[in-house]
């Protein structure tokens, strides 16, 4: 029995040792096709859909659009032919956070923040529907949107003095 139990203890080494092999070749080749100039446009560590979204890219059933920054800069983003503007911002905030998990590690960006203050523009056509279809903008495949500065106004013109400051002034002007 002994020796039954020192063979299963050598095949389970054995068995460990050659999925760590057969991990590491894995990752090795993993590596090596991320690093390739082809597929520089592959995340670090693509998710399904982001692989799915790229080959409908090639396939024509996906559109590449560029986002201008308010810094000048700008990025890529891909999203299907059937996006809507809520779709587009999910791109962006993904490759945003993205692009800063890989340069500085771990920072939070509040994208309620971002979206509360700031929008996308497409040819001075503000995209503020997220339930729009970016087609109806004129959207197409290498298309640029931009981020531009905009104000929700809660009130629309009604004055921003808290009620009970009112009210308590309407009582002064009636004494």
Same mark, same amino acid.
């Given at each position: #029995? ?12 054995? &068995? ?6 057969? +991990?590491?070749? !894995?990752?090795?080749? %993993? ?12 995340? +670090? +560590? =693509?998710?399904? =859909? ?9 396939? &024509? ?7 201008? *920054? ?9 999203? #299907? ?6 779709? %587009? *911002? %999910?791109?962006?905030? /993904?490759?945003?956070?993205? #692009?800063? /998990?890989?340069? #500085? &590690? ?5 994208? *309620? ?6 929008? !996308?523009?497409?040819?001075?056509? +503000? ?8 087609? &109806? ?8 949107? /931009? ?6 106004s809660k009130n629309k013109g009604g004055h921003s003095k808290r009620r009970k400051h009112r009210f308590f002034h309407g009582l002064n002007k009636r004494a």
């Amino acid at each position: #029995m002994e020796s039954s139990t020192k063979e299963e203890d050598n095949l389970n080494v054995e &068995g460990y040792n050659t999925n760590n092999i057969k +991990k590491a070749r !894995l990752n090795s080749t %993993l590596a090596a096709l991320l690093d390739d100039p082809i597929l520089s446009d592959v995340p +670090k +560590k =693509p998710s399904l =859909p982001d692989v799915d979204t790229l080959i409908s890219l090639e396939l &024509g059933s996906a559109m590449r659009v560029s986002v201008l *920054k308010l810094d000048g800069t700008s990025f890529d983003v891909a999203v #299907m032919n059937t996006a809507s503007v809520k779709d %587009l *911002k %999910l791109a962006i905030k /993904q490759k945003v956070n993205e #692009m800063e /998990q890989s340069k #500085m &590690g771990h920072r939070h960006i509040s994208w *309620k923040h971002v979206w509360a203050n700031f929008c !996308l523009s497409y040819h001075n056509e +503000k995209l503020l529907d997220d339930k729009a279809a970016l087609e &109806g903008f004129g959207v197409r495949n290498n298309s640029k949107v /931009q981020f531009v500065h905009y104000v929700v106004s809660k009130n629309k013109g009604g004055h921003s003095k808290r009620r009970k400051h009112r009210f308590f002034h309407g009582l002064n002007k009636r004494a």
